[in-house]
């Protein structure tokens, strides 16, 4: 069962929660003098609008006509009801999962690449260099710079490379130069290559790159996938649009379930629910951030400042992290391998409104392959976190007879990740 909106119920403006904060996140601070950043110092990297947004505490915030105009191409979002993964599982629950695959690029991550590649061109920016993990945001970039045309150079993890030349290939397609990290076009880089010529490479030695590259260059901005508040308020649309369809339905979920790697498409379905959870409307509702074992940063990393990235580049923010050298081994969910998560979502963790749990590869897999079995499409390896939790939480609803509403992120699908899929269906998966 399917809850489809009409392209005139698409959402106007982005939900900011930074209001509803229970304090105000603590600054970003210089990594020399440890002094709160101004805003001003991000400029070097960020257009004018998007520091704005960074920064803002409006609750409400208009998206421009020209970004709805791109949205539309595959906006408003399903929300399907799982009624076969239901029965599969005989559970009394009912579980919905809004489904963010249906982009060109195969993910939610346009819904932010659109947005900024908007504000980049009507700030006279002429390039945008971005890092990516397994693809899924480099991708993203590409595909909304064409729109404006941008230029967009990217910088991919080279675990993610070797293992996943499609990706590489629809960045190309879309226009992209897409460099394995570490690279030698960049100082970062080198250091790096010296130390081991065939280094696997990491989201922050990725970011240090694209970073890099932007502080050399008046015309050149960077632009990075989740993690900052921008980023975060441009995913809203999901949660937006959600509870939109739920109201349709009549219907409210009391658990809501998203995987995070920075914590941007966990944030863009919860915040506009999580609002609810603050004033008191909807007290109970649980919402649960899904990670992987080998890079449990909510689970098992430390509140306090770091760096975002692994040379020190980045201010420090204050966020969970596992360390700015960690450097988790090379799973296939590679969107997820982020040493640190959104600094938004940290303190709404940290304040206990959201919770957090572990899975390791081989069960999220096998999450995966009942969803495809039972639903149909092949979900991301990130997103298949969210739908091995959902799974659990489902079951736990059959032990306790509680026909519980489970609402989930179908972050992505998993068309490009086959070869992963095919290493767990033969059991070589590590
Ligand atoms: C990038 C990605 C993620 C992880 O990033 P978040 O910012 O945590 O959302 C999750 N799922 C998919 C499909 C992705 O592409």
Known sequence: MKVLLSQDDLPRVWFNISPYLPEPLPPPLDPVTREPVSPVKLLDIFPDPIVEQEVSQEEWIPIPEEVLQVYALWRPS???RAVNLERALDTPAQIYY???GVSPPGSHKPNTAVAQAYYNKISG???LTTETGAGQWGSSLAFATQFFGLECEVYMVRASYNQKPYRRI???LWGAKVYPSPSDNTKAGRTFLERDPEHPGSLGIAISEAIERALEDKSTKYSLGSVLNHVLLHQTIIGLEAKRQMEILGIYPDYIVGCVGGGSNFAGLAFPFLKDKI???KPDTEFWAV??????TLTKGEYRYDYGDTVGLTPLIKMYTLGADFVPPPIHAGGLRYHGDAPLLCAFYHHRYIKACAYDQKEVFSAGVLFARTEGIVPAPESA???????DLALECKEKKEKKIILFNLSGHGYFDLSAYDSYLKGVLA
Request: aromatic letters at 4%; proline letters at 11%.
């Open 78 to 80: 399903p929300l399907v």
């Open 98 to 100: 809004k489904y963010e």
């Open 125 to 127: 920016v002429k390039r």
């Open 170 to 172: 629809l960045m190309e």
């Open 279 to 281: 004033t008191g409307d």
């Open 291 to 296: 990670e992987p074992t080998a890079c449990p």
């Open 385 to 391: 976190h969210a739908v091995k939790k959902a799974i």
